[in-house]
């Protein structure tokens, strides 16, 4: 150890291992029963071994950080640990699993076996996670000096190997939490966890709860007058009074209500056919992404080869130069378009997380980029897409606003009810209010508030009306515009089927006997490297071409889904 590590101190730290696995051996001793013997001392002789083998491991890997630069003991330590938790549980694992079935051994030469191999499994248990835990630990007391230097809590040193340990955990619960996701998983994620949906519900909710104010009466009121100036009313009175309108505007503002509520959903329709169409793009463009990265990974394999290849016949003298600078300048451009395709790949995850209000990591189950057919028709029905609903349902609103405006024309009533009341011990004015034995003096009122002066009330009718027009404008502007959008994409959707169908009959299989062909022949020394870069280039272009227009088919098919309302 000495040789190895040029540290008398590095060699002492490796070998506190050996009392650590001491203890693991001789407690699985006391707890099976068995006396210390020539077969158990054989044990721990293998058993020291291996326990030193895990400290060279930890030692040996902190001073390869230190000798590449990492200077502060703590990284030091904690990448270390990280870096090497595996071999080192794997070391263990490995001499405990062989030595098991020796343990567990009852066949003749079990004596010699069994505590041969119960002091190799115990002191592997408690050697390793002691290890594991106390010699970094002891590492950083041993380097009291450089650690001094550098400010950090004093609980690091204990939690130290926790929270090591702790990584191995976190990691795989990450990949457990990586659920695979299916396309029609995901769109019910995204319609139940998505915010801009919640927002849309929750102003459903909101239109709902307005709709009790449809019978809005004003407020009560109660009086109690005392005035002996009055004339000829009473002086000494309570009375009640209640104005209301007339009865059919709570009957038009329930109606308004419940068409805005109908607007609402409606609008919450729209959000979850947008964010369904959303899904769908960022899905399907994640899956060209994977799928052109996957081809790249094959051009990439093929002009790394090419590269190797170029090199050697350079050296050979078999070609200039010039093929292995060109050579290398291919292999670097599609290694920069590789690093462009996975940006796009990771955007496009990004983008699905956002729409599915989730930070778990997307693990889509499809492996290959499919087709989406849609039903080549000539005509659409519009009353099925969602903003012509919207543009519908606002003519209904309008309507029910006029309605409720005219009914604002008709009079207003009032009714009420006085009653003479007298308090004997309040009398300034030294009036006398016996009347007769037993009666109070009661009156009743009614009031009807006309309408003279309607001048501005007219003129919200008209303005209602005007909206009115607008929204059947706007719903027949909509009509059209859908009629329109949808007729183009049908016809770009028939383009980009020409394109696949073409590639589907024969591209594709062109180009793999092109990529089979152009390798052969290149191996075998048949044609140059003009010719061969140039049939390499032509069928990877065809496979490139063609996943670009499957998404193109695939964006144009869920575009029209949306125009239809599906």
């Known amino acids: 150890l000495y040789i190895t590590f040029r540290s ?17 051996g001789v407690a699985a001793l006391l707890l099976r029963g068995m006396p210390f013997s020539i077969s158990a001392g054989v044990g721990f002789i293998a058993l020291f071994g291996v326990a030193v083998l895990n400290g060279i491991v930890l030692i040996g890997y902190f001073n390869q950080l230190k000798e590449e630069g990492m200077d502060n003991i703590y990284d030091r330590v904690l990448e270390g640990t990280k870096t090497r938790l595996r071999p080192v549980l794997m070391t263990a694992s490995v001499a405990s699993l062989g030595f098991l079935p020796m343990a567990l051994s009852s066949s ?5 076996q069994r505590p041969l ?17 106390v010699l970094p630990c002891l590492y950083l007391l041993f380097n009291r000096k450089e650690a001094e230097k550098i400010r950090v809590p004093k609980a690091l040193v204990s939690v130290l190997m926790i929270l090591s340990f702790g990584l191995l955990q976190r990691n795989t619960v ?43 009466i004003p407020k009560t009121e109660v009086m109690v007058t005392q005035d002996p100036t009055s004339g000829g009313n009473m002086d000494n009175a309570i009375g009640i009074t209640q104005t209301i309108a007339w009865p059919g505007v709570y009957k038009n503002q329930r109606k308004l209500l419940n068409q805005q509520t109908l607007l609402a ?9 947008e964010i369904t169409r959303q899904v769908r793009s960022a899905w399907y463009a994640y899956l060209l992404n994977r799928e052109t990265l996957r081809i790249l990974d094959y051009q990439d394999s093929v002009y790394n080869g090419f590269v190797k290849k170029a090199e050697v016949r350079f050296k050979t003298g078999e070609t200039s130069n010039l093929e292995l600078i060109s ?23 990004l983008i699905l997380q956002q729409l599915l209000n989730t930070s778990d990591p997307i693990a889509i189950t ?12 000539d005509t659409i029905n519009t009353s099925a897409n969602p903003q012509v609903n919207i543009e519908l349902q606002n003519i209904e609103v309008a309507n029910a606003r006029i309605a409720l405006e005219k009914s604002k024309g008709l009079p207003d009533l009032t009714l009420g009810y006085n009653q003479q009341l007298v308090i004997s011990g309040f009398n300034p004015a030294n009036i006398n209010r016996d009347y007769s034995p037993g009666t109070r003096i009661a009156g009743l009122q009614l009031g009807v508030a006309l309408p003279i002066f309607n001048g501005a009330n007219r003129a919200r009718v008209r303005s209602e009306r005007l909206s009115a027009q607008v929204a059947q404008t706007n719903y027949q502007q909509t009509q059209s515009q859908v009629r329109l959008q949808f007729e183009q994409e049908m016809q770009q959707y028939l383009k980009f089927k020409q394109s696949v169908d073409y590639y589907t009959a024969g591209g594709l299989k062109q180009a793999d006997e092109q990529l089979r062909i ?19 280039s032509a069928a990877v272009q065809v496979k490139l071409a063609y996943i670009e227009a499957v998404s193109r088919l695939n964006q144009s098919a869920i575009q029209i889904q949306f125009i239809k309302g599906e």
């Not at 939490?177 to 909101?206: F, M, Y």
Request: proline share 3%.
């Open 518 to 536: 152009a390798q052969v022949s290149f191996n075998l020394g048949e044609i140059g490297y003009i010719e061969y870069i140039q049939n390499m």
């Open 265 to 273: 959903e409606r609008t919450g329709h729209l959000t979850r056919a």
């Open 327 to 349: 050579a290398k300048n291919k292999y670097q451009e599609i290694v920069a378009l590789k690093i462009g395709t996975r940006a796009d790949l990771r955007s496009n995850e």
């Open 8 to 24: 008398v101190k590095e060699s002492l730290l490796i070998f506190t291992a050996v009392p650590l696995a001491s203890m693991g």
């Open 174 to 216: 990450q990949a457990q939490t990586k659920i695979p996701l299916t396309l029609d998983s995901a769109i019910s994620k995204a319609l139940r966890n998505n915010l801009q949906i919640r927002s849309a519900g929750l102003s459903v909710e909101q239109a709902r709860a307005l709709q009790r104010s449809g019978a809005d």
């Open 366 to 377: 499809e492996n290959k980029l499919p087709i989406l057919l849609t039903p080549q028709n």
């Open 117 to 133: 191999a119960t002091v190799v499994i115990g002191g592997l248990i408690t050697a390793t996670f002691l290890t594991l835990f």
């Open 108 to 112: 003749a030469g079990a004596e010699v």
